[in-house]
């Protein structure tokens, strides 16, 4: 059963920092895309970030460039974001996804084969 397993999510105040990580099991993704959503109440899933299978190419909203930062380890079949500077706007629940079509590298959620359960972070004015 193929799994993704978020976790690293809190609360923390305006211009904190947190690291998610997503761990994938069931098989292995190395040669998946993968990549962050987030949805707040009452709001779409968007996206955030991506990632290229062996991790050279990185994709970001706007919303987050320069703050966020993905990286994987295939080898710990595992994914990870970086926030820094956080704002209260970044409050949501943040979701790991993964899939083979790179059309994630866009912000589509049409290209996610995988999710998951999610990680709420809460950001502090």
């Known amino acids: 059963q193929v799994q993704l397993v978020e976790s690293g999510g809190g609360l923390v105040q305006a211009g904190g920092s947190l690291r998610l990580s997503c761990a994938a099991s069931?098989?292995?993704?190395?040669?998946?895309?993968m990549g962050w959503f987030r949805q707040a109440p009452g709001k779409e899933r968007d996206f955030v970030a991506a990632?290229?299978?062996?991790?050279?190419?990185?994709y970001y909203a706007d919303a987050v460039k320069g703050r966020f930062t993905a990286s994987r380890d295939n080898a710990k079949n595992t994914v990870y974001l970086q926030m820094n500077s956080l704002k209260p706007e970044d409050t949501a629940v943040y979701y790991c996804?993964?899939?083979?079509?790179?059309?994630?590298?866009?912000?589509?959620?049409?290209?996610?084969?995988?999710w998951g359960q999610g990680t709420q972070v809460t950001v502090s004015s």
């Open positions: 996804a993964a899939g083979y079509s790179t059309s994630m590298y866009s912000g589509s959620r049409g290209g996610v084969d995988y």
């Open positions: 990632i290229s299978w062996n991790g050279g190419r990185t």
């Open positions: 069931g098989r292995t993704f190395s040669r998946d895309a």
